[in-house]
């Protein structure tokens, strides 16, 4: 029996007469990290946005749960239990941190009121400096600051912050670690680990190789549009698939920085 959460079939995306997505295909299982890599230009973000609907498909075919789905915007892909964090997420910007991790589903003090309830500020300031601390910003960072006031890494930690509480079944990050420090980077690390403890699934893209290894199950590489690896990670190492996402003779590389193992 399998697990599978999300099979991409034969994807492909064309912008006019360039060809990005040249018939992609894998597979991601329930609690499973994928990392998902490739030089610049491989097409990686291009297909994160056809599976989170910022892009519609040229061809082939997005399974999820074993279903064929269209995904033919972000609200499509959200109710299918994909949630995308972009390194330019969308929070509003006035508004409280606190109050952008939970925009919309924020504790209240009398529920009976409906959408006229009075919210449960001192409820939403406490879980909000709670998820802070999963994260490892919250020495830096008071619930109450507004977002304007954030540098574009603290806003990246607030968006990944706002996922988490999210849960969704599968989580898509695209270089989530770019402009964070140490402490941030760190809680971003735990955050994949957590989501996949609790059975849920990510696709994690990075040009940061030691960060696969240290989270990652699998490898996906790509190279102009199309896999040109899967690859297990407890079965491998650094340089064999540094040397596949360049494309670089293994041979060459052993001869540069030692054997290869
Ligand atoms: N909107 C677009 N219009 C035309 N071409 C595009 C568009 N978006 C991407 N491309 C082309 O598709 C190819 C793949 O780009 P993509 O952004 O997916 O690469 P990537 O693997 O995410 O690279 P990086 O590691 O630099 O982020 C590139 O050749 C790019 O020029
Ligand atoms: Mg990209």
Do not use: C
């Not at 919250?138 to 968006?159: H, M, P, V, Y």
């Not at 696969?212 to 549009?225: K, L």
């Amino acid at each position: 029996m399998t697990n599978e959460v999300l099979k991409l079939d034969n994807i492909t995306k064309n912008f006019g007469s360039v060809q990005a997505l040249r018939g992609v295909s894998f597979s991601v299982n329930a609690g499973e990290v994928v990392a998902l890599l490739g030089d610049n230009g491989a097409g990686k973000s291009t297909l994160i946005k056809a599976i989170s609907g910022v892009y519609p498909i040229s061809g082939g075919q997005i399974v999820i749960g074993g279903k064929p789905v269209s995904v033919r915007r972000p609200r499509d892909a959200m109710e299918l239990g994909i949630e995308t964090i972009h390194q330019d997420s969308s929070l509003a910007l006035d508004l409280s941190i606190a109050r952008n991790l939970f925009l919309g589903r924020e504790p209240v003090t009398a529920k009976w009121m409906g959408i006229f309830a009075p919210l449960d500020m001192r409820e939403l300031r406490r879980q909000a400096t709670d998820l802070l601390k999963r994260v490892g910003i919250s020495k830096k960072l008071n619930a109450d600051a507004t977002i304007s006031a954030l540098s574009g890494g603290e806003r990246q930690s607030i968006s990944i912050s706002r996922a988490m509480q999210f849960f969704a079944k599968i989580i898509i990050l695209d270089e989530p670690t770019n402009n964070l420090g140490v402490e941030e980077t760190n809680g971003v690390l735990r955050f994949i680990k957590e989501v996949r403890a609790a059975g849920h699934s990510l696709i994690y893209i990075t040009h940061n190789i030691h960060h696969v290894f240290q989270v990652a199950d699998r490898a996906i590489i790509m190279r102009q549009g199309t896999v040109v690896a899967d690859i297990k990670i407890a079965e491998s190492d650094i340089l064999t698939v540094e040397s596949i996402i360049t494309g670089a003779d293994l041979h060459e590389l052993a001869d540069q920085s030692g054997p290869v193992h």
